[in-house]
């Protein structure tokens, strides 16, 4: 039970933080639109920060702390905190000094990489898109840094710094687009900084938590600690897997390209739609999960994972699968509220919501996988997640090239959906082998009356879309007070068939929101 309560907390804490950082990712994204337009400027930044970004993706965003967590807790389990603590001054040495020799090489390439990530830049623009690299390269020391203190951090029960870190990140990108870039002769230059910024400041924010913990980085320390190969070894698999996954997106990217003009566009709306919540809920619960089953897998506790790892799936199937029926339901007006102005026209939102309705059905997968994965993680297995996220992207690529034809643009949406619930059930199977009990059982009887549930919330949100059709010639605060009603209603009609059955999952997310 105190696993439950911990993860329950934490993935409260984590959930809430990110709702505001995408809130404020939303406004960061307006910002830099209403400054910088659609021009030079702006393509020569998203050039440049996709690089630093990349590499971001790959050995920062999960895969570090995926890595550091289960070593840092094995040690805390056997040999104690201060062994524990002397493999954190360890990691945060060695991996400094990677950093900075990647850095160092980053920012003396910049020519050629730009020459490879943007064969058509040229003259000026290319001139100033090495300039904003060069800029923004240190930024991977920083990010990845603050990885390594979210792992540590984590294992040691703080969730709040780690997690609000990308709040810091956006808000210095909106400050140094009003207070820096209009006083530079060349603006972007401004909002270049303010990244590299917004990396020094999202460190410094780890670091007073690191200390209130024990954990003084500049103490004495050596520069190789033993469990360091332990936790390379487990980093290995997960950066390849996070390679894989930026090819899946390529090639999904390539083939939308093969499509009618806007195709691209469409499912990059749709799926910015779908991660909001994959994100908040899915995403969170993962990062809240890992530290727990990480414990229990050190004590060799593998009842007790059983358990938590069961309560977790209910918990997450419990939010997300209404989420999905809901995004089915309302993807329209949904999509009409928050694009649909200027050159983006009822056609453009419908086929918007086209795709979104083929992503939509592969969210409860998609957040399946991530608490499937931080399971095989907590048990220091990277291995397996890799080799089933292989299978799935051959599955994906192969349903795209069958499915773009009948189904345009949603095929791939659709193609992605069905590619992420092949990975669910691999894993799951595997895991299945490894996990005897009656846990599946529990799973399979709780997703039917989640299931039910959101059918009957579905049903309801179907008859008001008939009774208070959405006009979408009514001006946006119509439609606005039309969606929030709906969506309202929604969580009325679900929480009341939960409070039925007697769900115990809705106690616990009432609990959840109350203590945070």
Known sequence: MDEKRHFTKAAGIIGLATLLSRILGFVRDMVIAWFFGAGLLSDAFFVAFRIPNLLRRLFAEGTLSMAVVPVFTEQ???????????????????????????????????PLIVKVVAPGFAGSKYALTVTLTRIMFPYIIFICLVALSMGILNALGHFAAPALAPVFLNLT????????????????????????????????????????????????APL??????????????????AAVYQINILVGTLLASLLPEGSVSYLYYADRLVQFPLGIFAIS????????LSRQASAQDYEGLAETFAYSMNMIFFITVPAMAGLIVLREPIVGLLFMRGAFDIESMKLTAYALFHYSVGLWAFSGV??????????????????????????????????MGP??????????????????????????KRMRGPYWKKIVVSMGRTVLCSGIMAGVLLWWHRLFPPDYSGGALYLLANVFAAIFAGVMVYSACAAVLQRGELKSLVSMVKRN
């Open 76 to 110: 805390m389990t056997k040999y104690g905190r201060k062994e524990a603590f002397a493999l954190a001054r360890s990691a945060v040495r060695m991996l400094s000094l990677i950093l900075v020799i990647i850095a160092i090489a980053g920012i003396a390439g910049a």
């Open 173 to 220: 990108m909106i400050a140094a687009v009003l207070f820096i870039a209009p006083y530079l002769d060349t603006p972007v230059i401004g909002l270049a900084i303010g990244v590299l910024a917004g990396g020094v400041i999202q460190l410094a924010l780890q670091v007073p938590f690191l200390v209130k913990k024990g954990v003084v980085i500049w103490r004495k």
């Open 224 to 241: 190789w600690h033993p469990a360091l190969k332990k936790i390379g070894l487990l980093m290995g698999p997960a950066v390849f897997g």
């Open 285 to 292: 619960a993962s990062v809240a999960l890992l530290p727990s």
């Open 370 to 403: 991530r608490i499937l994965v931080s399971t095989f993680y907590a048990m220091q297995d990277t291995k397996t997640p890799v080799k089933m996220a292989v299978y799935s992207i051959i599955a994906n690529i192969a349903f795209g090239v069958i499915l």
């Open 407 to 432: 189904l345009s643009h949603g095929g791939l949406a659709l193609a992605t959906s069905l590619g992420s619930m092949i990975n669910f059930f691999l894993l799951a199977s595997v895991l299945n």
